[in-house]
């Protein structure tokens, strides 16, 4: 099946400063990538929804200037979390539907997830 | 009501049980129905994918799509100790270029030695 990379896997940061996450399709092309945040126990919440060369859409509630996505090419996307709290603590996992045929056309395949804790 | 409603359990089961999760849901819109399997720490895993109504198999693992009746399932056969986790429905519309999923809240399966 399609691979989905993200990275890093875990990472420690402190209040106040930014961190980046990349997700990366590592053999098709994704038209689309989605940014989701998941808390313990529960289900994955779309944060927003980005094209590649365009800006992302971000669903209501979520803080398009806190949460950065940047969609530079087909293979790449990456979520800057800014000025990060305590509370931005979480699951990130990123999402990536690839172009043309299925599977890789019509499926959403998942990267591994990012682990944020701000200290 | 919620888009998709799915039991969290938990579900715990013996080592070579048929393993029943399901989802009900609201919207006719939808027509792709997938189902993720997803471990502990980690992210989502596709395992069955599915358009439309009807059944589809692979190895163990059984999806079943009633449009009529707003209702999926996920039916493992023999299952094993590898399967414990938390399995997610998923499901989207057809058309144009929203491939948002709409997801359960997953149920969280133990299948014990």
């Known amino acids: 099946g399609a691979v989905v990379s993200q990275h890093p896997s875990r990472v420690i940061c402190k209040s106040g400063t930014s961190v980046k996450i990349e997700c990366r399709s590592l053999?098709?092309?994704?038209?689309?990538m989605f940014w989701y945040r998941q808390f313990p126990k529960q289900s994955l919440m779309l944060m927003a929804t980005s094209n590649e060369g365009s800006k992302a859409t971000y669903e209501q509630g979520v803080e398009k200037d806190k949460f950065l996505i940047n969609h530079a090419s087909l293979t790449l996307s990456t979520l800057t979390v800014t000025s990060a709290h305590p509370e931005d603590s979480s699951f990130y996992i990123c999402?990536?539907?690839?172009?043309?045929?299925?599977?890789?056309?019509?499926?959403?395949?998942f990267g591994e997830g990012s682990w944020l804790t701000v200290v | 009501q919620k888009e998709v409603e799915q039991d969290p359990g938990p579900l715990s089961v013996p080592e070579g049980a048929i393993v029943s999760l399901n989802c009900t849901y609201s919207?006719?819109?939808?027509?792709?129905f997938m189902w993720y399997r997803q471990y502990s720490r980690k992210g989502p895993e596709l395992l069955m994918y599915?358009?439309?109504?009807g059944n589809k198999e692979d190895g163990r693992f059984t999806a079943q799509v009633d449009k009529s009746s707003k209702y999926i399932s996920l039916f493992i056969r023999d299952s094993q100790p590898s399967d414990s986790a938390t399995y997610l429905c998923a499901m989207r519309s057809s058309g144009g270029s929203n491939y948002k999923l709409t997801f359960g809240k997953g149920t969280l399966l133990t299948v014990n030695p």
């Open positions: 919207n006719s819109a939808f027509q792709y």
């Open positions: 599915t358009y439309s109504s």
């Open positions: 999402s990536a539907r690839g172009s043309g045929v299925p599977p890789s056309g019509n499926t959403i395949y």
């Open positions: 053999d098709f092309q994704a038209t689309t």
